[in-house]
């Protein structure tokens, strides 16, 4: 149907019955209020107070699902796999080409021992300054330095200036300490630029955030790609969820953790669903809350594919049905039907109107029984076929 296609609330697909809080689905009550009694393949036929529940449309999602994107740009050099490859935690899978990058690194790298060595120069400078403050650094040129200095400064090589002894002696100090400071400084700085490059080619690989599934490729091979852009789908498939949009007014009867019955789209497989979680806020333009439900482990579902659930009302009225077992139902055609003992004990067929799942054992009966009455369990009648009711709704 139209709906089917449409991920949404759309409520009143079908009207059905719940069982209310405290009343367990499979464990009817009789007219006492105890279980029914079984008698052989006969039992007493129990009842169930049932309200109405409205069928809302969703579509199943994974429990995690993520986009991993661009970080740098470049040319994609590898891909892992392809849709519906699975991955480990860890795994690359998506790898951006990184030459470039690798080779400004070894240039880095490079700056960096030639500020090492001009760190070490600059320290052993500092401490000869300190241990020979008189030593001008022209003892390796056999003095032929000092023999200049009488014709470039005779006042000083005299003996006759005026300098300060000390005031000299403080200022090399204090110049061989900024060579020292300048070096330590131009070695950090390769440190940091090593460090960026470094977070740059870690960025060039696309890395599993968990176990999980390619969901969808958006670039092949070649590609080049900018910051930001998307390059995979990838989701954990190992636990799947059912997301619905649920009126307002009808989330005041669902609480994290309680069970709920579903039916997905594919085969009409029924389950049970568990409420996972309930967003904090409404839509403001449809005002409707989003619901996540737990999918059981192993449903034969997968993302996307649309599933129904059905959602108590709490503002409508409570009613009590009778409720029998789903193998109790015949079927000739769409035409359900049940064998009562009659009062000589005797099984009579009965024709009734089945009502909604209890849950996938128990349905109510709407007409053509009554709480009390002996039913047969497990009938067998010519012409008439008995087998799973789940697939008759």
């Known amino acids: 149907m139209l709906s089917k296609n449409i991920i949404s609330t759309v409520a009143a697909l ?45 579509s199943i999602v994974p429990y995690k699902m993520v986009t991993l994107n661009a970080e740098l740009p470049g040319s994609i050099e590898n891909i892992a796999g392809k849709e519906g490859d699975r991955f480990d935690e860890g795994e690359i899978l998506v790898r951006i080409d990184d ?41 390796m040129m056999g003095g032929l330095p000092s023999m200049m200095s009488m014709f470039t400064d005779p006042m000083r090589s005299s003996g006759f200036g005026d300098g300060d002894p000390d005031f000299e002696r403080y200022s090399n100090i204090y110049s061989s300490q900024t060579q020292v400071e300048s070096a330590q400084a131009s070695v950090v700085q390769a440190d940091a630029q090593l460090k960026q490059l470094d977070a740059q080619i870690r960025n060039a690989k696309s890395i599993a955030p968990f176990t999980g599934v390619i969901m969808k490729k958006m670039v092949e091979v070649g590609d080049t790609v900018q910051p930001g852009q998307p390059l995979v789908e990838f989701a954990d498939l190992d636990r799947l969820q059912l997301q619905v949009e649920v009126p307002a007014r009808l989330v005041a009867g669902l609480k994290e953790g309680m069970m709920m019955p579903a039916k997905l789209d594919v085969g009409g497989v029924r389950l049970e669903v568990r409420v996972a979680q309930i967003y904090p806020s409404a839509d403001m333009k449809r005002h409707s809350v989003t619901v996540k439900f737990d999918l059981p482990k192993g449903s034969p579902a997968a993302p996307g594919m649309y599933s129904e659930i059905m959602i108590p009302d709490l503002q409508a009225h409570v009613s009590s049905f009778p409720v029998v077992p789903t193998s109790s139902l015949l079927w000739r055609g769409t035409l359900p039907a049940v064998f009562i003992l009659g009062d000589n004990g005797e099984p009579e067929l009965r024709v009734v109107r089945v009502g909604e799942l209890v849950d996938n054992k128990h349905v109510t009966i709407l007409s053509g029984l009554v709480v009390g009455e002996q039913l047969v369990v497990s009938p067998s009648a010519t012409g008439w076929s008995s087998g799973s009711a789940n697939q008759r709704f």
């Open 99 to 139: 030459d470039t990058l690798l080779a400004k690194r070894q240039e880095v790298e490079a700056q960096r021992h030639i500020a090492e060595a001009a760190l070490r120069n600059a320290d052993v400078q500092l401490n000869k300054t300190i241990v020979s403050p008189n030593y001008q650094g022209d003892a």
């Open 14 to 58: 079908a009207v059905g019955f719940y069982v209310v809080a405290d009343e367990a689905p499979a464990g009817t009550e009789g007219n006492s209020g105890a279980p029914s009694t079984v008698l052989g393949q006969v039992i007493t036929i129990g009842s169930a107070r049932t309200g109405v529940s409205v069928t809302l449309g969703g």
